[in-house]
């Protein structure tokens, strides 16, 4: 095979792993061999010709996939009408991807780590402040995509990253809009008032999420898959986290020190040890042992109110994990399961 | 016994479903030998993509027309190679489309004697 070919059928193996994961276990050798052999004939032929034979490829590949996907969703449906509860195997243990621990963590490198690192040294040059913008919008604009795949996907793991940045987002303008309008204050009330208001705000937001996503169909996914694992939610929020210890005060910490740039950082770790671990257990205690280090640190490090922050965040974040201790229901009394496509 | 099929409600297949089928109806082939077969068949008109047909495979293989069988052209020493071969539900189906074609045919070529007469 010429080294074209072999270059092209590279690429071509990754376009593949774009593909629904119980598609690539039964095709992906089959159709990188197909291709490869199609590849190297054309390759015999002529560069024009290996060339016609990847932009087929090419031209074909986005409808494909999309269409593999939107098959292997109905066929989830039909298995999941079908199949026995006891023969399902047991929920929220599934072991995430390396792809999907990136898909899940990537926000928390952005907004924690990376985001510290781009505001130092202090001030910051046009350039830099400019290029950080940049980058910051890009990867912003990318969290509509991330809740779109994680809504077509019914909600894996990784996805509630971006659905918590949304509940955040929204708890965060109601609150805003709460003390503008209703209270016609500012930021000037003291900080428990305000921390109990935004907590009550959220819990409602949360609530009223829920209750939505329960009577409306095309998100009744979101409500399973919260019910089935609240810890899910908790990780959304902990994203919370790691904004917080990304958001540094220049004026008073101008210079990067590991004050600073360590509580992110443990936060980041927090994040991938609860994306990775197996067992609800260990992903509250990940997300738990993150935060209270995170929040030790800055405090070691002179600031001191980051425990009130971190404490406000502790109580968001974890309301839904705790939901998670609660005992299971009743089988006996239990309702029968609501049926995504009745 | 094989399950019973509602033939209309299958019918009319989509070129390339039609085409696969018909090359699998002399014997079993693996996928690359279906491309070349599936673009000799139709004369350079319907040129598959690893991505059409293997998707189109995965959906015959689970309507039942199709089955995976042993590579004819495996000598042992090559890679290991799938193959597909027709199921009786499968050839039932490339019989009631060809038939439903040939009907076709038949009705436009009638009105094309008429025309002349």
């Known amino acids: ?342 | 016994m094989a399950p019973s099929l509602d033939l209309p409600s299958n019918l009319p297949l989509t070129e390339a479903t039609f085409f696969i089928l018909l090359s699998l109806s002399p014997g079993p082939k693996h996928g690359y030998a279906i491309m070349k077969d599936v673009q000799a068949l139709s004369e350079d008109r319907v040129v598959l993509s690893t991505g059409t047909l293997y998707g189109a495979l995965k959906r015959l293989l689970e309507q039942g027309w199709v089955k995976r069988a042993n590579d004819p052209e495996s000598n042992g020493t090559a890679r290991e190679r799938k193959a597909y071969a027709l199921t009786n539900e499968g050839r039932r189906v490339l019989k009631a489309e060809t038939a439903r074609l040939q009907k076709l045919v038949k009705a436009a070529q009638l009105r094309a004697v008429e025309e002349r007469t």
Request: glycine share 8%.
């Open chain 1, 1 to 342: 095979m010429s080294s074209a070919a072999r270059f092209v059928t590279r690429l071509y193996a990754l376009l593949l792993r774009l593909y629904p994961r119980r598609f690539r276990e039964e095709f992906t050798g089959e159709m990188q061999a197909t291709f490869a052999a199609a590849a190297a004939e054309a390759a015999g032929r002529g560069r024009l010709s290996l060339v016609t034979v990847c932009l087929r490829e090419l031209w074909d590949w986005p409808l494909v996939v999309i269409r593999a996907h939107l098959h292997e969703r109905r066929k989830r449906d039909m298995d999941a009408q079908t199949s026995s509860p006891t023969t399902n195997p047991p929920v929220g243990n599934e072991r995430l991807s390396w792809l999907e621990t990136l898909a899940g963590l990537w926000p928390f490198l952005l907004f924690g780590p990376v985001s510290v690192l781009l505001a130092y040294p202090y001030p910051m040059p046009d350039w830099r402040y400019v290029l950080s913008r940049r980058i910051l919008i890009a990867c912003v604009s990318l969290f509509p995509l991330g809740l779109g795949i994680g809504w077509f996907k019914r909600w894996p793991r990784w996805s509630y990253t971006y659905l918590g940045l949304a509940l955040l987002v929204l708890s965060g303008f109601v609150v805003n809009a709460i003390f503008r309008i209703v209270f016609e204050v500012g930021p000037e009330w003291p900080f428990w008032p305000q921390a109990m208001i935004a907590i009550g705000v959220f819990a409602l937001t949360m609530g009223v999420l829920l209750l939505a996503a329960r009577a409306w169909r095309p998100l009744l996914s979101l409500y399973l898959g919260v019910r089935r694992d609240w810890t899910q939610l908790s990780f959304g929020l902990f994203l919370g986290a790691g904004i917080l210890f990304g958001l540094i005060d220049h004026e008073e910490d101008p210079v990067l020190t590991v004050f600073v740039f360590l509580p992110s950082l443990i936060v980041l770790l927090g994040a991938f040890a609860y994306l990775r671990s197996a067992t609800k257990a260990q992903r509250i205690l990940a997300m738990l042992t993150s935060l209270a280090l995170a929040i030790g640190v800055r405090a070691a490090g002179g600031k001191f109110f980051y425990g009130g922050y971190g404490a406000v965040l502790g109580v968001i974040i974890f309301i839904p994990a705790l939901l998670e201790l609660l005992p299971p229901a009743d089988p006996s009394r239990a309702k029968p399961p609501v049926s995504i496509t009745s």
